[in-house]
């Protein structure tokens, strides 16, 4: 079964860091495009980041500079850091697979990572 | 950047009722139009791709058409379940989502 799990939200101050994690089971993170989509309390869907297979990325406007996707292929990882963070950022963080032969459709999807900013 | 604007923002209609949902791109996205429909607390779950596809163990109820610019989701005989957010979302580039349209109960 594929399954994406998200981890290592919570509450941060303005300014610091944090690191989300996305688990995959059922394929193979490295050889697919995966995603970082986010939701603010109440809000809609807003893509954040995308990393190619051959390990390009890229970000929207909004979090460009602060926030870096990377994968660890030995634990089958998605990763989100998380750095500079503001008010603004507080949201649900979701990790997504992009299917194959997409730029941006996105199944499955985790059950996301709730991130607060807040002093 | 491609916007994506979805039409009602709410719109209520009783269940066995059809449901009509619309969305419209800012320039065409041909047929790489998504719909995902997300419940309180979920994450969002994939329904229609290539605009009128239903994704795996999606109810024939649930139907998708339109290319180019102008989209809809139909919803033919609503359920108790159907009661929902959905999401239009185009994957012609970057993936940018309309801002939801919010179905309730009439």
């Known amino acids: 079964e594929v399954q994406l799990v998200e981890s290592g939200g919570g509450l941060v101050q303005p300014g610091g860091s944090l690191r989300l994690s996305c688990a995959a089971s059922g394929f193979t993170v490295s050889s697919n495009y995966m995603s970082w989509v986010r939701q603010a309390p109440g809000k809609g869907l807003e893509w954040v980041s995308v990393i190619y297979s051959g390990g390009s990325t890229y970000y929207a406007d909004s979090v460009k500079g602060r926030f870096t996707i990377s994968r660890d292929n030995s634990k089958n990882t998605l990763y989100l850091q998380m750095n500079s963070l503001r008010a603004e950022d507080t949201a649900v963080y979701y990790c997504?697979?992009?299917?194959?032969?997409?730029?941006?459709?996105?199944?499955?999807w985790g059950q996301g990572t709730l991130v607060t900013v807040s002093s | 950047e491609i916007v994506m604007t979805q039409s009602p923002a709410t719109l209520s209609v009783s269940p066995g009722e059809r449901a009509t949902l619309s969305c419209r791109a800012s320039?065409?996205?041909?047929?790489?139009l998504a719909w995902y429909q997300q419940k309180p607390g979920q994450a969002p779950r994939l329904l229609i791709y290539?605009?009128?596809t239903r994704a795996t163990g999606i109810p024939a109820r649930f139907s998708g058409s339109g290319s180019g610019t102008e989209f809809t989701l139909t919803i033919s005989s609503l359920q108790s379940e159907d009661f929902a957010v959905y999401y239009c979302q185009q994957y012609n580039n970057w993936p940018f989502f309309g801002q939801g349209t919010k179905l309730e109960i009439k």
């Open positions: 997504a697979r992009v299917v194959a032969g997409t730029l941006g459709l996105l199944d499955p």
């Open positions: 290539g605009a009128s």
């Open positions: 320039q065409s996205v041909s047929s790489n």
